[in-house]
């Protein structure tokens, strides 16, 4: 029986969300809230209207539907065989490097079909990433990224109180769940997005890197500038999110010296440094 699950959006030809040329598929919902996620549109589990005031003529026609796209729904329900038809349109794109990424939200929030669509993505030849938290159980984590290439996580605070503060979640299971990763033996990177008076200073980031720098299996370090893209996405019913000030580049580059003092990979937006 063929399963079901609600995606966001369904981005082609990304190189930002694994190696190679990539479709990337963005799951609904998510079990975080974070404070400055660029991707707001995803947290929640249902579909929602996403508003462009920009694109607004002021028609007054809203209730019969928005005819200059100011108004849009997000989040629609797909089977795997129904994915996996528009996963398989790129599939001659992707070379020996390329593939697809489950990011989100959170795949992990929708295992038996995320499970499901890496499946039929292995049996297809496509290569495999999944973009994840990691802030579920250990049989979730074992039945996901056994079918993945390469896993992508986040270890966004150290400092529990401040994780709990930040995102609505504590971080004890995410650091478990990133040793099991470890032992499991799949190669994986571990990023944190850097925003300022949340944990841009050199204990944060210093302890994040001393503790995956034990880590085997680790690929690289990276952090991310913190972007200020989810508060251009307008949900109706939904308050405006909080803008952060941004890290300076100068603090940027002495977090990544600070990293790089541990003898790990490390990466700053993308780009080996």
Not at 62 to 91: I, N, P
Not at 210 to 231: D, I, T, W
């Amino acid at each position: 029986m063929d399963k079901y699950g609600i995606i966001t959006d369904i981005q082609r030809f990304s190189q930002h969300d694994g190696p190679g040329i990539r479709t990337s598929v963005f799951f609904k919902g998510c079990n975080l809230s974070c404070a400055w996620c660029h991707n707001p549109e995803t947290i929640a589990f249902e579909p929602e209207i996403m508003i462009d005031p920009d694109k607004c003529i002021n028609c007054g026609g809203c209730d019969d539907g928005c005819f200059s796209g100011a108004r849009r729904t997000v989040g629609k329900r797909y089977s795997v065989s129904e994915l996996m038809t528009e996963v398989l349109l790129d599939k001659d794109y992707y070379g020996s490097d390329g593939g697809v990424t489950l990011t989100g939200g959170e795949p992990g929030c929708q295992p038996d079909f995320a499970a499901a669509v890496l499946l039929a993505c292995k049996n297809a030849g496509i290569g495999r990433v999944i973009e994840t938290n990691l802030c579920y159980d250990e049989s979730t984590l074992k039945r996901l990224v056994s079918l993945c290439d390469i896993v992508y996580c986040d270890l966004k605070i150290f400092d529990e109180a401040t994780h709990i503060s930040g995102t609505c979640g504590a971080n004890r299971q995410v650091k478990r769940n990133l040793e099991l990763l470890d032992e499991y033996g799949i190669p994986f990177a571990v990023r944190t997005t850097v925003v300022s008076s949340i944990n841009d200073t050199k204990e944060e980031i210093g302890s994040i890197a001393s503790f995956v720098s034990g880590f085997s299996n680790l690929l690289f370090y990276e952090l991310l500038s913190y972007s200020a893209l989810g508060l251009s996405k307008n949900l109706e019913g939904k308050e405006a999110r909080t803008k952060f000030p941004s890290v300076s580049k100068e603090k940027m580059i002495e977090l990544i010296d600070l990293v790089r003092k541990r003898s790990i990979p490390v990466r700053l937006d993308g780009i080996e440094v």
